[in-house]
């Protein structure tokens, strides 16, 4: 069965500090893989999206990026955090022709 | 452009009360509908999904219709528990796109008092 992970759950970091959250998916070849944010007590933002190994597409434009160094794993950094980067972060992994996701734990970011 | 627009919270009913929780959608084509439900400090998971018109999906006694005519998706269980306390986001899919973006509602609380 597939599973996803990221890490860490939480972490707290100071303003201008880099960033780098992982999400890994197991069980599966070639998935969608998707980075949301969810402000408090909001719904979810879609952020980035990838199709593949170095295929990325931005949905807003941020201070974040993301990455796919392989084929299952993504990562999503900032070279310098802003208080506005609070929040809970979601990975999120569909098959490639279907559109149902499913969805990581989640890492509860803190910039302080 | 495709949106998801669901009841606005929170909700709070008793336990073994019925709940509905209204939600609308456009889109240009034909997508796929979802309830996911996000219990607190967790990540989303998928509670139950319809792919095409008059479709029912259905999970731990939650159900919901796919209504072309209406375009909405409501979600209901005849007899709620405390343990359904949690945040339901109705989405949509447009369909089989290689990116397979989903659209989210806003998300709704539900408390359901013992």
């Known amino acids: 069965s597939q599973t996803i992970h990221q890490w860490p759950a939480t972490l707290v970091q100071p303003v201008g500090s880099p960033l780098s959250l992982e999400c890994t998916v197991e069980g599966t070849s070639n998935p969608n893989l998707y980075w949301y944010r969810q402000a408090a007590g909001r719904g979810l933002q879609l952020l980035f999206y990838?199709?593949?190994?170095?295929?990325i597409s931005s949905e807003v434009p941020q201070n974040l990026s993301a990455s796919r160094p392989q084929d299952r794993q993504f990562i999503l950094s900032s070279k310098k955090l802003l208080l506005s980067d609070s929040g809970f972060y979601l990975c999120?992994?569909?098959?490639?022709?279907?559109?149902?996701?499913?969805f990581g734990p989640g890492t509860r970011l803190t910039v302080l | 452009g495709d949106s998801v627009t669901q009841m606005e919270g929170p909700v709070t009913l008793s336990e073994e009360a019925f709940l509905t929780i209204n939600c609308t959608y456009t889109a240009t084509g034909y997508p796929s509908l979802f309830w996911y439900v996000q219990y607190p400090g967790e990540g989303l998971q998928l509670l139950l999904k319809?792919?095409?018109?008059?479709d029912k999906g259905s999970n731990k006694g939650f159900e919901a219709t796919y209504r072309k005519e209406t375009t909405s998706f409501h979600l209901e269980k005849g007899s709620v528990q405390v343990s359904d306390s949690a945040v339901y986001f109705c989405a949509s899919a447009a369909g089989y796109s290689s990116a397979s973006k989903i659209i989210f509602g806003s998300g709704t609380r539900l408390s359901i008092r013992p």
């Open positions: 319809a792919t095409k018109a008059d």
């Open positions: 999120a992994w569909s098959p490639a022709d279907r559109g149902v996701q499913f």
């Open positions: 990838s199709v593949g190994i170095g295929q």
